[in-house]
């Protein structure tokens, strides 16, 4: 029989630590608590009830955005795309939604927002399907020239719909110069309206394409 192992109890070096632990000591930050199995359950049961109530905040703020009056939209805009030009309505492709993304890509800027590039890293071609098959539409839309946005677009390896509004004051009538912003648009035939726009850290929460949708008024 080999002979019992005997076990160092040494305590480890800083350098010795793994590497996020060794990372969050360095950088002054201080681990969780440690408790034992039974406090931990404890502490872990009150979590799901206040994701309930969040759940249910959220629910009736949605509701509520959803019973926002529109404004009726009377200035026409015109859009530089791949296809040439676009008007507002014609971003619509048909369907009686539309989203749009504020894109923050400036005119010779060579590096998007950085919140604007997280959100549209979410922008697959599943999702833009789901959206079509609701109803809803999606373009994003920035001040760059169209060549810039498509060197960027190239570069970063996405194929959404997106178009240039450098010819118009798209972006000075939705106040989206200084923050990432989506914003939600109504058709009915030609009439076109302004239904919401969020801004900022609220635009953190779409990644799933159910949340685009809340943005949306709900017919009936």
């Not at 009377?74 to 014609?90: A, I, M, N, Q």
């Not at 919140?115 to 001040?143: H, I, N, P, Q, W």
């Not at 302004?194 to 685009?212: D, K, V």
Request: with cysteine; charged share 25%; hydrophobic share 35%.
């Amino acid at each position: 029989m080999s002979s019992p192992r005997t076990i160092d109890a040494t305590p480890l070096s800083t350098s010795q630590l793994p590497t996020l632990q060794r990372s969050l000591i360095d950088e002054g930050m201080s681990l969780p608590q440690a408790a034992s199995r039974g406090e931990w359950l404890i502490g872990r049961e009150e979590v799901p009830a206040q994701d309930r109530a969040a759940a249910r905040a959220r629910d009736a703020v949605e509701a509520r955005r959803q019973r926002l009056p529109m404004v009726k939209l009377d200035k026409g805009y015109e859009f530089e795309g791949p296809g040439g030009e676009s008007t507002l309505v014609d971003l619509f492709h048909g369907l009686p939604r539309l989203l749009v993304c504020h894109f923050l890509l400036d005119p010779g800027g060579d590096t998007g927002c950085a919140s604007c590039s997280a959100a549209a890293e979410e922008v697959s071609d599943d999702l833009l399907a789901r959206l079509c098959a609701r109803d809803t539409s999606f373009a994003a839309v920035s001040r760059a020239p169209l060549a810039d946005i498509q060197e960027y677009q190239a570069r970063r390896g996405w194929a959404f719909p997106w178009y240039s509004c450098s010819g118009n004051n798209f972006n000075n009538d939705f106040h989206d110069r200084v923050q990432s912003r989506q914003s939600v648009f109504q058709r009915d035939g030609a009439r076109l309206f302004h239904g919401y726009s969020m801004f900022a850290r609220r635009t953190e929460a779409l990644g799933n394409w159910c949340y685009w949708l809340d943005l949306t008024a709900r017919d009936g």
